[in-house]
T-cell receptor, first 117, second 109 residues
């Protein structure tokens, strides 16, 4: 596709339920990132995938959060037993190569707005 | 560790004026900075980048200045327009990507 897409765009769930958020990166991009953005806050790094390497999960806030990336393309972020503090916009980004210190531009999707009641 | 932060959370400017958004960093090993713009309801979008071997880089109506002596960079927007209203993030990509809270730019008519 032309850009990073995410689905759903909005998700309202009840406390305690599990949710799955999907990210379709730009075709050919090997790096994929998940971020969380609470209202009025900056981007909080969650997890990073690069090719076939083990993901960098250092930003996941708790073991209720997990993510996978199938076939080096689509990624799913799963939040189990959601809590009200999980309410935020979840952003996905992809970049064409490893970030490292030489860095790379990230292309962001529109995000999924999650509301936990 | 690395921290990239913004001096001011909000900036209000009149349409047509120039805007300056500032950012400080702490790690001198930084070799690459990116400015992103995030409009309401959208994900951040790349504006301009600068490498540490440069002091200045210009784009269309935007200029980024890098002062390595005081570890400071700024984004200057010329002739600010209503469409420039957004949150602006400076970022140093790396192992622990850090965007900070951003500066909210509000352009008034």
């Amino acid at each position: 596709g032309a850009g990073v897409s995410q689905s759903p765009s909005n998700k309202v769930t009840e406390k305690g339920k599990d949710v799955e958020l999907r990210c379709d990166p730009i075709s050919g991009h090997t790096a994929l990132y998940w971020y969380r953005q609470s209202l009025g806050q900056g981007l909080e790094f969650l997890i990073y995938f690069q090719g076939n390497s083990a993901p960098d999960k250092s930003g996941l806030p708790s073991d209720r959060f997990s993510a996978e990336r199938t076939g080096g393309s689509v990624s799913t972020l799963t939040i189990q037993r959601t809590q009200q503090e999980d309410s935020a916009v979840y952003l996905c980004a992809s970049s064409p190569r490893d970030r490292g210190l030489s860095a790379d531009t990230q292309y962001f999707g529109p995000g999924t707005r999650l509301t936990v009641l | 560790g690395e921290s990239v932060g913004l001096h001011l959370p909000t900036l209000s400017v009149q349409e047509g004026d120039n805007s300056i958004i500032n950012c400080a960093y702490s790690n001198s090993a930084s070799d690459y900075f990116i400015w992103y713009k995030q409009e309401s309801g959208k994900g951040p979008q790349f504006i301009i980048d600068i490498r540490s071997n440069m002091d200045k880089r210009q784009g269309q109506r935007v200029t980024v200045l890098l002062n390595k002596t005081v570890k400071h960079l700024s984004l200057q927007i010329a002739a600010t327009q209503p469409g420039d209203s957004a949150v602006y993030f400076c970022s140093r990509p790396g192992y622990a990507l850090n965007f900070g809270k951003g500066t909210s730019l509000l352009v008034t008519p």
